[in-house]
């Protein structure tokens, strides 16, 4: 049974979910977040900005001017559809497809980038791929290739995806950060630490064990969740 006052950060915190591509939803969200905030708060966003949802552009747009102005107080956690995107700027003839097959057409519309509905050839990967990066704002791109993949307060751990349960907090693969693992939800951990991670859908953002699930899929339900964190409370907050 796990206990309340077993949740131990620093300091109290906020995460948020998956966006993907929500803006309009993400404002919501962030109204009902200033009603409750008192100010001290960091903020962390659990990754998968873009993708899915039609206002991906304008989403990163607003991260990354809100961590240049707030850099010690808000955190971007690189998701794995942002890792998918910059495979496809590095590779686009070769990574590029999956990409595109899972809700990056609709990132590239949102950035005012042409794509071909035909079955893409290397040159036209290549034309897309340049096209994207010359619709990014200066410095997007390199903020967020420095995205880090978790962040951590006290016992509390937050990452987009997961961590293995089986291995320590200091001893995770980046991949199983980014993607997933198969045991992540099902396995408790026995450690003390709590994992507080998107990129799995729930119905409502709960305490589930170890875990603290906060996707509630935007893009699907129009429903953004947040939660609070703070020492021995943890409190949900859901967009209108």
């Known amino acids: ?48 900005y873009i993708d899915r949802g039609l206002e991906s552009q304008q989403v990163l747009i607003w991260l990354f001017e809100l961590t240049q ?14 890792r998918m995107m910059l495979d496809f700027i590095d590779d686009p003839a070769g990574r590029g497809g999956y990409w595109l097959r899972h809700g990056g ?18 040159i036209k990967s290549i034309e897309i791929a340049n096209n ?5 704002p200066e410095g997007m791109q390199d903020w967020l290739r420095s995205l ?27 991949e199983v950060l980014l993607w997933g693992h198969p045991d992540f939800l099902t ?16 119905k409502h953002a709960t305490i589930t064990g170890c875990r ?10 129009g429903r953004l969740s947040a939660v609070r964190v703070s020492d021995g409370e943890c409190s949900f907050i859901e967009s209108e």
């Open 105 to 122: 057409m609709d990132t590239l519309a949102s950035f005012g980038v042409e794509w071909f509905s035909c079955k893409l050839d290397a």
């Open 212 to 221: 603290i699930p906060v996707d509630t899929g935007a893009y699907k339900t």
């Open 69 to 82: 102005a707030f850099p010690d107080r808000v955190i971007c956690l690189m998701g794995n559809h942002e």
């Open 1 to 48: 049974m796990i206990l309340l006052d077993q949740l131990s950060p620093e300091a109290p915190f906020f995460a948020v979910g998956d966006i993907h591509g929500c803006k309009s939803i993400l404002k919501n969200l962030m109204r009902r977040i200033d009603e409750v905030a008192d100010g001290s708060e960091n903020i962390v966003f659990l990754g998968d």
């Open 187 to 202: 396995t408790q951990r026995n450690d003390e630490n709590f994992v507080l991670h998107g990129h799995t859908i729930v």
């Open 148 to 174: 880090p993949l978790k962040w951590v307060s006290g016992n509390m751990h937050c990452v987009h995806a997961a961590m293995s349960p089986l291995r320590p907090v200091e001893e995770q693969r980046d």
């Open 132 to 136: 994207l990066e010359a619709a990014m």
